[in-house]
């Protein structure tokens, strides 16, 4: 079983930087696709970014430029730095991984294929 655990969220400005992160354990050396969802009150779940064996991210059209995804192997984090932030980028981020995950599935941001999550760490933005 892997256990996920955000921290790093809070309450920023518009425009202002957030950077959001998640402890992984087991680790598996960073392997197979990591992800950030986010959920706002009333909205589906919303894939933002996801990263495969620590090489290769892919981001929903809406952060582009703005946010980068990132592992830091020797911390077991799955790193989410956000910039530019807007007031419609408020949400519940949730980090989620999933070894058996081909990079094409990665890809999709799909928040359907990933059997393992965490919690939580709210990020509000104000205008």
């Known amino acids: 079983q892997v256990h996920l655990m955000e921290s790093g969220g809070g309450s920023v400005q518009t425009g202002g930087s957030l950077t959001v992160s998640c402890v992984v354990s087991?680790?598996?050396?960073?392997?197979?696709?990591m992800g950030w969802f986010r959920q706002a009150p009333g909205k589906e779940r919303e894939g933002v970014a996801t990263?495969?064996?620590?090489?290769?991210?892919y981001y929903t059209d809406s952060v582009k430029g703005r946010f980068t995804i990132s592992q830091d192997n020797a911390k077991s984090t799955l790193v989410l730095q956000m910039g530019s932030l807007k007031p419609e980028d408020s949400a519940m981020y949730l980090c989620?991984?999933?070894?058996?995950?081909?990079?094409?599935?990665?890809?999709?941001?799909?928040?359907?294929?990933?059997?393992?999550w965490g919690q939580g760490t709210q990020v509000t933005v104000s205008s």
């Open positions: 990263i495969y064996n620590g090489q290769n991210p």
């Open positions: 087991p680790y598996n050396g960073g392997t197979g696709c």
């Open positions: 989620a991984a999933d070894r058996r995950l081909a990079w094409f599935r990665c890809a999709e941001l799909r928040s359907s294929a990933f059997r393992n």
